[in-house]
């Protein structure tokens, strides 16, 4: 089992910035790729971002592409969402997702809500 804690989220004016982290416990860090997902009340859960398990490879949904940065610390076994530039329609319950490497084990945190007004 994989335990996933989010912080960081709050209240930010657009145009500002916000840094998320997910700490995970549980089982190694390093067997898992990591996400963060989104979701809006009555809406489908949208994927954000994805670091692979030893960090060399990224990916980004477009609408955040040139704005949000995913990184993992294997030492603090955490990974962090940096959102800079933020828009309104960024507010959303934003959560952090743990995908093994081999087999299909997925877990997920509570979510972390970010409100941005413009």
């Known amino acids: 089992q994989v335990q996933l804690v989010e912080s960081g989220g709050g209240l930010v004016q657009a145009g500002g910035s916000l840094r998320l982290s997910c700490a995970a416990s549980g089982r190694t860090f390093s067997r898992y790729n990591m996400g963060w997902f989104r979701q809006a009340p009555g809406k489908e859960r949208e994927f954000v971002a994805r670091?692979?398990?030893?960090?060399?490879?990224?990916y980004y949904a477009d609408s955040v592409k040139g704005r949000f940065t995913i990184s993992r610390d294997t030492a603090k076994n955490t990974v962090y969402l940096q959102m800079n530039s933020l828009k309104p329609e960024d507010t959303d319950v934003y959560y952090c997702?743990?995908?093994?490497?081999?087999?299909?084990?997925?877990?997920w945190g509570q979510g972390t809500q970010v409100t941005v007004s413009s």
């Open positions: 670091i692979n398990w030893s960090g060399g490879s990224t």
């Open positions: 997702n743990a995908h093994s490497r081999i087999g299909s084990e997925d877990y």
